[in-house]
C-alpha cells in the first residue's frame, strides 16, 4: 500500500460518455500528478497540481480536464474520448517542501475507450 | 530531443544470478535519478535513487551506478529472485521549480526463470 488510493480500478466507457477518475493520497503530500502509461509510450505526465494549482499541462487535449479541490485530492474529468486515449492513467504524490523528489504512485485506473 | 531511454527491452535471468539494467539519459542538466518497479496490476513502486553528486548507492540487494561522463544509469539486483521479476524504469528529473516532472525511460521487463 503507498498511500495512494485510485477509483475505480477498471474504467469501460463509449466516446460520447462523461466520467471521471479519483486519486486520494494520505501521505500529507503538497504535490499531485496524473501520468498516463500506454503500451507503446513511456509514462507521460499530463498535469501537476503543487499545493492545489496547476503548474504544469504537458499539451494533453482539453477533453482531460484535471481538478485539485485540495491537497490530497485529484480529479481527472474525462469527456468525448477518443480509442486511442485507452490506457492506465496513473496518480501520484510527492512532498515538494522538504525537498524530497521521489513520487508514490497509487495503481491506476486501466480506461478502456470504447 | 531530450529523453531518457533503456537498451534493452527484456532481461532473462536465472534465479539467483545477478541482474544488471542500463539506462541511458540525454538531459545533462537532471541532477537525480530514480529507479521504478512495476508488477503487473500495480503501479510504480520506488526502489531506489541517487544525485548526480554521487556515482554509486546502495539498498537491499540492489546498486544504482551513475555515470555522469557518458550519461549512463544503471540498476544492479544480487541475488534475483521471482519476485524480482516486473517491469523497471529509470527516470530523471527535469524540472522542480513547482513540483517535480519525472521523465521516463521506456521500461525493462525482467523474467526471473527458476
Known amino acids: 500500500e503507498t498511500g495512494v488510493t485510485q477509483t475505480p480500478r477498471h474504467l469501460v466507457m463509449g466516446m460520447t460518455n462523461k466520467k471521471s477518475l479519483k486519486c486520494e493520497q494520505h501521505?500529507?503530500?503538497?504535490?499531485m500528478y496524473w501520468y498516463k502509461q500506454s503500451a507503446k509510450k513511456p509514462l507521460e505526465l499530463m498535469f501537476v497540481y503543487n499545493f492545489k494549482e496547476q503548474t504544469e499541462n504537458n499539451s494533453v487535449p482539453s477533453r482531460f480536464s484535471p481538478e485539485c479541490p485540495n491537497s490530497s485530492h485529484l480529479f481527472l474529468h474525462l469527456h468525448t474520448l477518443q480509442p486511442e486515449d485507452s490506457a492506465l492513467y496513473l496518480c501520484a504524490s510527492s512532498s515538494v517542501l522538504d525537498g524530497s523528489e521521489k513520487l508514490f504512485f497509487g495503481s491506476g485506473t486501466q480506461l478502456s475507450v470504447l | 530531443g531530450e529523453s531518457v531511454g533503456l537498451h534493452l527491452p527484456t532481461l532473462s535471468v536465472q534465479e539467483g544470478d545477478n541482474s544488471i539494467i542500463n539506462c541511458a539519459y540525454s538531459?545533462?542538466?537532471?541532477?537525480?535519478f530514480i529507479w521504478y518497479k512495476q508488477e503487473s496490476g500495480k503501479g510504480p513502486q520506488f526502489i531506489i535513487d541517487i544525485r548526480s553528486n554521487m556515482d554509486k548507492r546502495q539498498g537491499q540487494r540492489v546498486t544504482v551506478l551513475l555515470n555522469k561522463t557518458v550519461k549512463h544509469l544503471s540498476l544492479q539486483i544480487a541475488a534475483t529472485q521471482p519476485g524480482d521479476s516486473a517491469v523497471y524504469f529509470c527516470?530523471?528529473?527535469?524540472?522542480?521549480?513547482?513540483?517535480?516532472?519525472?521523465?521516463f525511460g521506456g521500461g525493462t521487463r525482467v523474467l526471473v526463470k527458476p
Open positions: 527516470a530523471e528529473n527535469i524540472g522542480k521549480a513547482a513540483g517535480n516532472k519525472l521523465t
Open positions: 538531459n545533462s542538466a537532471s541532477d537525480y
Open positions: 501521505l500529507g503530500h503538497n504535490a
